[in-house]
């Protein structure tokens, strides 16, 4: 326990060690003047437009999941799974390394009456068809922008999501395998109840994703998914039209796909720094200025940040009860 303490601290001090080097090199890019001028441009019947899209595009992400539940096989309604998804999306905007993810797949699902395996099947799919999609819409982008010199660092992120999506879909494929499925039988000749608990959810792992790799389910996923990242691109096409910056929507695909993928590196709760960074990069690549490349970070990063805090919020504090379980429960695991 002591080891994985602390890993923790380090990972945290890592998130933030890469959070003050993009404030850094952000810091550098500042001037006031520009954002002043930046600010005072700003059309703000755009905002009202962007946010009614990320309004959908989170309609849309929570029916996503009510449907992968669905497939395999949970008894639950779309709206049931609003509050939990909305809360675990607030999570994620105030702790660090994505925590709500892991609430949501591991905690929720015993409030939800559906096995905790459910969640983390659910959870899988959906970064599987969320790396296909952001990974699709750079392919678009950079094809529209034939010329476009990409920064080094956001080749890399882009190298980084590559070879998450491939572990992802390898995981998700290897427990197909009737190999993998003798190694999770051969846990029932162990006695441990931690074994016997690991064979358990394996095998109803490897259940969930034999249903959920279907031609079917996964084309539905897919369809789904790109419409989550297609309206919340809306998002950044209207905040950019707002500043003046006149992008095709083949320019907001490639500028969502950047930044969205700048949130796959660990930092503080938030995204604070990274995504900020690549907002600034991004419009630079789009013809924008220093200037407006931080006007747009901010006002991008609070449309995306303080609507979804909110909107979770009041769902935690409707299952105050259920994370008081939660944190008893998990206190007792760490023992």
């Known amino acids: 326990m002591k080891f994985l303490k602390n890993r ?8 933030f060690l890469v959070t003050l080097l993009c404030f850094y090199a952000i810091s550098r890019q500042i001037r006031i003047r520009e954002v002043q ?52 999306i ?37 970064k599987i068809s969320d790396l296909s999609v952001l990974g699709l819409m750079l392919l678009v982008g950079v094809v529209e922008f034939k010329g476009l010199r990409l920064p080094r660092s956001l080749i890399n992120s882009t190298w980084f999501l590559i070879v998450i999506l491939l572990l992802f879909s390898v995981f998700a494929i290897a ?34 994703m034999a249903v959920l790799l279907k031609f079917k389910p996964l084309f539905s996923i897919f369809l789904i998914s790109s419409a989550v990242w297609i309206t919340e691109s809306f998002l950044g096409y209207f905040i950019l039209r707002g500043f003046g910056l006149l992008v095709s929507p ?57 609507p979804t805090t909110v909107a979770g919020a009041f769902a935690i504090l409707k299952d105050a009860p259920f994370f008081r379980e939660a944190r008893i429960e998990l206190q007792s695991a760490k023992r």
């Open 90 to 126: 607030a999570l994620n905007n105030l702790l660090p390394f994505r925590a709500g993810d892991g609430i949501r797949a591991f905690f929720y699902p015993k409030k939800m009456k559906i096995d905790r395996s459910m969640g983390v099947s659910s959870l899988v799919m959906e």
């Open 8 to 15: 923790k601290v380090i990972q945290l001090w890592i998130g």
């Open 37 to 88: 001028l930046a600010f005072q441009s700003f059309n703000y019947i755009y905002l009202l437009y962007g946010v009614a899209f990320l309004t959908l595009d989170y309609i849309i992400r929570i029916y996503r999941w009510s449907y992968i539940l669905r497939a395999i096989g949970a008894q639950i309604t779309t709206k049931a799974c609003a509050g939990p998804f909305m809360g675990s």
């Open 250 to 306: 083949a320019g907001a695909l490639l500028f969502m796909s950047l930044v969205s993928i700048s949130t796959l590196v660990p930092s503080s709760p938030g995204y604070v720094g990274p995504f900020d960074l690549a907002v600034i990069t991004s419009v630079g690549l789009l013809g924008g200025t220093a200037g407006q490349g931080i006007s747009v970070a901010i006002v991008l990063h609070l449309s995306l940040w303080f």
């Open 175 to 208: 427990t197909q395998s009737s190999f993998i499925a003798s190694i999770i039988a051969s846990f029932w000749v162990f006695k441990s109840a931690s074994l016997v608990r690991i064979r358990k959810y394996l095998a109803r792992f490897q259940k969930d």
